[in-house]
């Protein structure tokens, strides 16, 4: 299986147009289409598609600006939001290997970034079971959000060798 991040392209627009979360899931991201719907109006949201075999599966957005403050400390963090794997694909790995490969495409398009941040429901336990198992760290940060208690996780980027 070959799993790759990409900026979002129109190319993949009728594909994620289609994808499609449960409703037990959408209590705790964002479909695909509306993300991008968000971003276009919005240069601090960056749409990235995650393909697998070339064929989109899933998303999430790389948020820069004033917002990640919200969130870290860290003066040169971006903040991942939406991320969604569309429930036809679950189950499959995609997950564990996009975000595996997600230090590596930060590096590549957003050079400086010193740490990626998120905010996942404390009642959403696989979420965090999955973040956690690819290098995001929970430092005992939470944050009241729309829906809920949010617990903060972080990654530190190693600097290219």
Request: net charge neutral; with cysteine; hydrophobic share 35%.
């Amino acid at each position: 299986m070959s799993v790759q991040l990409k900026p979002y392209e129109q190319s993949h627009k009728e594909t994620i147009s289609h994808f499609y979360l449960p409703e037990d899931q959408l209590n705790f991201t964002a479909m695909a289409a509306e993300s991008v719907q968000l971003a276009e109006g919005d240069p601090t949201r960056n749409p990235v598609t995650i393909l697998a075999d070339g064929k989109p599966v899933g998303m999430f957005v790389l948020q820069d600006g004033p917002r990640v403050q919200e969130y870290t400390h860290h003066k040169s963090a971006l903040l991942l939001i939406a991320y969604m794997i569309d429930e036809g694909e679950q189950g499959k790995g995609y997950a564990k290997h996009s975000l595996k490969k997600l230090p590596e495409y930060v590096r590549e398009h957003f050079p400086g970034t010193t740490h990626v941040v998120l905010s996942v429901n404390v009642k959403n336990h696989s979420a965090q079971s999955v973040y956690k198992k690819c290098g995001f760290v929970d430092k005992g940060e939470r944050k009241l959000g729309e829906k809920g208690w949010q617990v903060i996780l972080e990654q530190a980027l190693e600097k290219n060798i």
